[in-house]
């Protein structure tokens, strides 16, 4: 079965960085697009941005666009969000998620999530 599980959240003040990571099982990761999500509290989930399953195209929220960048490692079944000149409204439990077939973005899986906390 499939099994993601996203690491490296924490508390960091405004304008620092932030690397969060997410580990894939159960399925061909390097076939898969992947998707990166966030939940503030109070508020709807928010897609944040996604990556093709090779790695060469990567698409992005307004809210985000310019501030995160999302990577994979294939060889590693993982896959990056890296989160520069966070805010204060960045503050969310951030999740990955992966699509229920190889090639396609309509996301099914998802990890435990981890928290960002953004202090001001």
């Known amino acids: 079965q499939v099994r993601l599980v996203e690491s490296g959240g924490g508390l960091v003040q405004t304008g620092g960085s932030l690397r969060l990571s997410c580990a894939a099982s159960?399925?061909?990761?390097?076939?898969?697009?992947m998707g990166w999500f966030r939940r503030a509290p109070g508020k709807e989930r928010e897609f944040l941005g996604s990556?093709?399953?090779?790695?060469?195209?990567?698409n992005y929220a307004d809210s985000v666009k310019g501030r995160f960048t999302i990577s994979r490692d294939n060889a590693k079944n993982t896959v990056y969000l890296q989160m520069n000149s966070l805010k204060p409204e960045d503050t969310a439990v951030y999740y990955c998620?992966?699509?229920?077939?190889?090639?396609?973005?309509?996301?099914?899986?998802w990890g435990q999530g981890t928290q960002v906390t953004v202090s001001s």
């Open positions: 998620a992966m699509p229920e077939s190889s090639y396609s973005y309509n996301y099914a899986y």
């Open positions: 159960g399925r061909t990761f390097s076939t898969y697009n």
């Open positions: 990556i093709n399953w090779r790695g060469s195209t990567t």
